[in-house]
Each structure stands twice: as structure tokens, then as C-alpha cells.
């Protein structure tokens, strides 16, 4: 009987005792089924959508409103009531559009978890279903086969694992069987292991169930989903804050004119107006449209991000990628392509390059930046057939599109550098047959095919590591000629082996053999002796061809691009270098990042660029590094290890082709080209989206200062309200959004990607936008109550609020023009390039004239006529808060201006 104990790396204190030959009995599965439970990955409830909708209640100013709304009620006011209560719910409604991304990411871990699992029990080989196996069940393993649970492999003949999804390894790993495993290990280097929902891509193997469920790595980064906290965008911070700020300000001066109201009329105060003035207050506080506003502009936002590929599953994560101050992406698949390519060729003593397509025939190979003459195309044809023929892997041609592999994605490369030189596997198969084989094992490091020589005898074709081939190797082919491998040819060698190496490329040899007489399989083996050597080949993952300019643009912008990869510390050197992230030669890795205290780890999170043979953990431990010193960090990837970050981050950003279903649950925004570069243009627009969300909060907090002001200085000077409660719904509803609305799509304004990124704690309302609101509301105020004032003393109160009224709308709707910019005047902007808010502040004046001119609407806005006489007055003073903004903008702009010549005068 042949025994196996396995360890497993989660439950370290269970020892499973397992006959490899008759597997587990079904009464010990079934026990152990109840003992483990089912090996599936388990998610944590979702919030029921009724508590959702709550939620939407709980803010400061919705709690205001509500309160404004009962006092309108209970005064009898019961259409200004009727209109707060729908506002409040239509903005609740609005509201809903957070939704759980941890179930959604739990759930396609489940769908990338092996539905099967072929397993010996009770002696017999049978297909059960992978949610029953248990640990210490025995698992087969051949290519293509998803891994059903965490394995410790029992046997592995040339056995190759695709685990990039799981620890951002490009290249298939080789495995080997063993009992023996170091924990502290990183996952890509646990060559006795197979995880929960890697692929076979080679060979075959055996291994016990060591760990199922939410004990199996995968599992664990299932855990690490449910637990990543999700904090409020900095725009939710910035308009909560604002939302607390006006509140306050509202009971603040509704106090005082409570107060006085008391001091002033004493007993006889009249409570009515007193409430009617407190709800005025409050309406004209609160900016009832902006919650609907910044939805809708945000929502055109993702429509327009939509168009440059990139798809934003939650409204406030557009402006999260636009005040982005640290990018932390992934390498493989994110910045590379997650392929092998051969760039590098050395052969009969001359270095070729490479490029072109991975797996394909697009590119070229070339000697010195020039093309290849006949003679130096026929030196390499033995080497590039050896590449073509040596080879188990296959592509299938795609129209207009990269080629598709099947098989090992190093075997790929060696079939498109033989493409490229027009020589492929089925060209030659006619003259070429395989023969015979000695398949790749980890112990030898390397493959054989024996095919028909054309002028007699047999072609032994090899490929393998340079050291063990150049160990077998007497000569070497030089100019189509079989010379003697001297000590001095066998040390060039070596020394460009080494040279690759240092480029962090993966380097394999190719020889080959004659032999007069195909040996029996028992010695095959021995046909690896005597070779001439060929080439020596250097393959990497490439870059991505726009990922070096998107990293230059970013930088450009003032956002700081950092790769963490699950792949060599070299191999990231290598990336990071070619991409500019670094001029240095320091890597953090996993294991030096578990030796650093917080305080250290938050110091080198700001230092280096470039971490390699991460683990889940690290990086979501980065992105928690960072966060806790403000920076407002975006997290690009496309495996399942990418997940917890993609999740934790402020922003998570996961590739739409490459990228497993799980990076794209627990993403905010997902790139449906899998283009570094369209990062950019959502940063850009994430930009021009906040800029706008500025600008329509300086128009509307304007607008409505103004209106504070103008009602609480009529009660301080004993006047009667100039402006009732629907008279200022109408305005923060009508007359504010539509324009508000057109603001939001406002066009980029020139340099904004040359710009440094917002600091994270700047406030939405900083001094520039404070003393432009307070600058425009005086001047509302002043234009409103002259009105106010002039038309009492001509007219009865109810005419003059009509033209208080009509003032206001008019003097907001011209004021919406100057608010385009907070720097150009509008002319140097051009009066009709913003068409939407031209068509805006058009339909928000002919919904008012309806008001003032249509009999039946009148009672319920409680306005008059208007004549000619009338608009005489109101015209030249509606424009005065205009005119006001357009002459700061002048003394703004040039003092702007001279600041940023005094800091950098090319800029300037």
C-alpha cells in the first residue's frame, strides 16, 4: 500500500492519511463532507433593498428638508409641503444606485471553480462534483483541466499550471511532486501545489485535497472581499460636508430671526409668518436639485466614457478617477500582454530583434535595424524549424486579430519566431513528420522530436534550459557549417545566455542531432547526447505597445504610476525600468513587505515603485498604506489576485477581455479594450466632470446664498417676505437645475491634464469659490431687494414679489453664462458653444413666463401680470450679479495668471 500525508497550508493541524491507489472510501468522503462541509466559497448576506432606501433618509439636509416639509404641513401650506416631501423621495430613489460588488465577485468565483473533478475512490476512478470533494480526496489531473481544490501533488509527469489569475505568474509553472512545503513561501514559487481555479496546460498529474471551500487560496481572497471596507468617494465627502455645512448655517440664521422676531414684536410676534420665514429659509438654503444634478451629470459622464471604452459601473467613481493621485496597477495582462513573445535571437554568432505579434506572423526579424538578406534567412532555417517542430503548441489564425494559442504559451512564441520567417508547423509536416518524441520533464529541462532528414537518416530537433543543453553540446552551426564548440565559443555563449538573462528575459536553447537510425523507446533518451547547437532565444510578456506613453501621460498629470505584480522581482525590475516607473534597482517583494512595521510600510509605499511576489494581502495592505497618507489611489488589474485591492481601493479599474469575471465584480469601472492608455482619457474626463460638478455647485450655492440673504435681510428690516416658499422651490428646482444640468457637460477647459491632481483635502468650496459666491450673492441681494424695495413704494406686496421673483430668475439664468468658468470671461469662451445651456436657461424662462402669464398657474405661484413698465425695472438690474462675475473673473485671472509665471514661466 502506498501511503501519503498532506498538509494543508491553511489547517496546519490536520493530517489526512490517504492510499493513493484506492483514493478515500465513500462512508470516509461522506464523513469528512460533514466534518468540512461542501467545498464551495461562501459570501456574507446583502443588505436588503429596504434598508437601502432608508439610508437614503439619514442625511443632514434630507432631515431638514423633511422637517421644513411637516411645518409647511402644519401651516397650511400643503402644496410647498407636497412639492418638498416628492423631492426628498425623488431623490431617495435616485439614491439607490449602490449595489453589493462582493456578491457579485463571490459569485463568479464560484463559476471559475472546476464544476467536476475526476477522483479515485474506493479503488475506482469516477467524475463526482467538485462542490463534494473533501480533504484527502485523490485528484486527477491532464491539460485543461480547472483545478478543483487546493492540491498537494502525489505525481506530475511534465506537468504545467496557468496560474496568472491567482499570482500574476505570465508563464505556466512547472510542477513536481513532493510532501514537503515551506508556508512562508510565495504561492508562485509552491511547486507541489495546484490551487482552486488554476489550468492545466500540460501533462498530467495526481495530488491530494489538502484544502477546500473558504480554506483554499482562493477562498481566502473570497474572505478578503467580504471583509475590504468601502469608503465614500471624495466627492460624497465634499458634499456631505457642504450638506452639514448649510444645514448648520439654515438653523443658525433661523434662530436669529426667531430671535428677532421675539425682540422686535415681543408677545405680539406673528408665529405664522415666523414659520413661513423659517421654512423660506430652509428651502432657499438647500440646494433641493443638486443630489439630482450631480447624479445626472455623472451619469452623462459614464455615457461619454462609455464611447472611450471604458464602462463605470458607479456614478461617484467617475469623479474618483479624475482627483486620482496614485495609480497602482498590475503587470501581467495590465501593462504587458499576458503572452510570451520572442524579442531576442542569437544565433551563429549574430544577435537578432524581434517584434511583431506574439503568436503570428506580423513583424519581422531583423539583424542591426536591417531586414534579412537570403544567405542570413537560410543560416536560420534548421533553427527556426527546430523552433516550429520541437513544439506541441498550436495557433489558430484569426481574421483581422491577434492569433489564437492553444498549448503552452513559451511553445507559442518559438511557433511565431518561425513565423515570421513564413515556417510553420503545418508547412512542414508533409516533409517533417514527428517520428518519435522524448516529452519535456522538470528533471531533464528538455524536449525532443526525431523527424526524416532530407538527405538520409533522422533530424533529432531539441529545445530546452541553455545550461543543460550546453552540458550535452560538442559543436555548434556557424554559417550553414557544423564547427567544433571550443571553450571559447562555449563561453560567448554563456555570456550572452547571461545577457538575456539580465534582461529579464526567459531564455531557451535549441540544437539538434543527425542520427542514421531512429532507437528503441527504451533508449530514446539517449539521442539528447552529442548536439549541435543552434540558438539561444529570449522571450518576455511585452509591454502593452501604448502602456509606456499612457504611464508618460500620467506622470505628465501628476499621478504617480506604481506596479504590483505576483511575478520575479528581475522580470518586474525589467518592466518597471522599460516603463520609466523607476531608475532605480530596488524591488520590494511579499516576504520583505510582511518584515515592515506600518510605519515603515506607509515610508517605502511612498518610495518605491515596483513590488514583486505579492500575495492579495500585500496588496490591498499597499493600498491602505497609501490611502492612510491622503493620496486617492485608482487599482488596475484583471486577475483574482487583484481583487481585495480592486475592491478596497477608491477606485478599482479591471480589464473587460482579459480580466476574470471576479476583477470585474469587485471593480468600479471596467476597460472594455484592456487599454492602459483609455486610464488617461477616464482621468481626463473624471477631471472635466469635477471641474463642472464646481462649477454648478458655484452657481447654484450662489443662487442660493442670495437667497438666504434676501430673505433674511427683509425680516431684519421689517419687510414683508419678498419671496415666498414655492416661489424659491420653483427657482432651486426649475429655474437652477436646467442650467445647472448644462453646466455639467461644459467642455475641458485648455491644460486641465497638465494640472497637478486636487489634493485629496482640499474642500469642495475652497477661498477662490467662497469669495465668488459671497461676491455674486451681495449682488443678488442688492439687485433683489432695490426691486423689492422700488416696487412696494409703486405697486401692492404681491406685484412686487412678482417682480422680486421674476428678478431673481432672470439675474440666476444670466448668471449660469459666467459660471462656465471660473477664470474666462464668457466671450473668450464663445457665447453659443455650450448648446445645452442655451437650450437650458430657454426652457427654464419660458416654464417662469408660464407662471407669471398663464391665469390658472397664478393662485398656485401667487403671481400677477407683468407689463412693459415692469420689465423696464427688472431688465437693467438682472444684470448686475452677471456683470459683477465677469469683472472678478478679470482681477481673478490675471492674479492666477501671475502666480503660475512666478512658479513655472513655460506653463504660464
Known sequence: MQAWHALSANSAAKELHTDLDKGLTHKEAGERLKDYGPNELKGEEGIPLWRKFVAQFQDFLVAILLAAGAVSFAVGE?????????????????????????????????????????????????????????????VLLEAGTVTPADLRLAQAASLKVEEAALTGESVPVEKEAGSQLVLKAPLAERSNMAYMGTTVVYGRGQGIVVATGMETEMGRIAGLLTTALEGATPLQERLNSLGKILGLATLVISVLVFVTGLVRDGYGVNWLQLFLVAVSLAVAAIPEGLPAVVTIVLALGMQRMVSKNAVVKKLHAVETLGSTTVICTDKTGTLTQNKMAAVALWAGGRAYTVSGSAYGASGQITLDDQDLNDHQRADLHLTLMTAALCNDARVIEKDESEPELVGDPT????????????????????????????????????????????????????????????ARTKSILLDSKVEELTAKLADEIREQNTKLAGQALRVLCLAYRKIAAVPPPADLGSVEEGLTFLALVGLKDPLRTEAKLAVENCRRAGIRTVMITGDHPQTALAIGQELGLTDQARVLTGAELDSLTPAQLKEQAQKVSVYARVAPEHKSALVQALQEQGEIVAVTGDGVNDAPALKRADIGVAMGITGTDVAKGAADMILTDDNFASIVAAVKEGRVIYANVRKFVYFLLSCNVGEVLIVF??????????????????????????????????????????????????????????????????????AILAVFIFSLRTFDVKTARTMAFTTLVVAELLRSFTSRSEYLPVFRLGLFTNRALLMGSSLSLLAFLITVYMPALRPIFKTVFLSWNHWRVILPVALLPAATAELRKVIVGRQRYMGQQEKDPARA
Not at 511553445?411 to 515570421?420: D, N, Y
Not at 537518416?457 to 529545445?463: P, Q
Open 78 to 138: 400643503r402644496t410647498d409641503a407636497i412639492l418638498i416631501f416628492l423631492i426628498v423621495v425623488v431623490n431617495a430613489i435616485l439614491g439607490l444606485i449602490q449595489e453589493g460588488r462582493a456578491e457579485r465577485a463571490l459569485n463568479a468565483l464560484k463559476q471559475m471553480a472546476a464544476p467536476h473533478a475526476v477522483v479515485t475512490r474506493g479503488g475506482q476512478t469516477m467524475d463526482i462534483p467538485a462542490r463534494e470533494l473533501v480533504p484527502g480526496d485523490v
Open 411 to 470: 511553445e507559442g512564441a518559438l511557433l511565431g519566431l518561425a513565423a515570421k520567417a513564413k515556417i510553420t508547423p503545418a508547412g512542414l509536416a508533409t516533409k517533417y513528420p514527428r517520428l518519435a518524441e522524448v516529452p519535456f520533464d522538470s528533471r531533464r529541462k528538455l524536449m525532443s522530436t526525431i523527424h526524416p532528414a532530407k538527405d538520409g537518416g533522422y533530424l533529432v530537433l531539441v529545445k530546452g534550459a541553455p545550461d543543460v543543453i550546453l
Open 713 to 782: 435681510l427683509a425680516e431684519l428690516l421689517a419687510l414683508p417676505l419678498p419671496l415666498l416658499p414655492v416661489h424659491l422651490l420653483w427657482l432651486n428646482l426649475l429655474t437652477d437645475a436646467f442650467p445647472a444640468l448644462a453646466l455639467g457637460v461644459e467642455r475641458a477647459e485648455p491644460g486641465i491634464m497638465r494640472q497637478p491632481p486636487r489634493s485629496p483635502t482640499e474642500p469642495l468650496l475652497d477661498r477662490t469659490m467662497l469669495v465668488g459666491i459671497a461676491s455674486q450673492s451681495v449682488a443678488m441681494t442688492v
